[in-house]
């Protein structure tokens, strides 16, 4: 009876199945890390905002008008002017 003898050679380096992991794996971390980074930038139109929310409560502490980006508050704290919506008196950030 003969035996095949099955000899296994193993050289050293990496195969293709393995670079093809790694590189999958470091390509989902760096896709993962570079959204958790890009959420972490304050939105444009945050200073906006802030600046609106300012004039509001200006207008209401001080009892007197305060405009900011177009939209005039009213010591009550409604808001009037083009950029304001016309049914929720919400002033429209620019």
């Known amino acids: 009876m003969m035996r095949a003898s099955c000899v296994v050679r193993r050289t050293s380096g990496v195969t293709l199945l393995e670079m093809l992991?790694?590189?999958?794996?470091?390509?989902?971390?760096?896709?993962?890390?570079?959204?958790?980074?890009?959420?972490?930038?304050?939105?444009?139109e945050s200073q906006g905002l802030l600046d609106l929310r300012r004039a509001r409560a200006e207008a209401i502490e001080s009892g007197a008008p305060r405009t900011a980006h177009g939209v005039r508050f009213l010591p009550d704290g409604r808001a009037i002017g083009a950029n304001v919506d016309p049914l929720t008196g919400t002033p429209h950030a620019k």
Do not use: N
């Open 21 to 44: 992991v790694v590189l999958t794996i470091l390509g989902i971390v760096l896709g993962v890390s570079g959204l958790a980074i890009a959420s972490l930038r304050v939105p444009r």
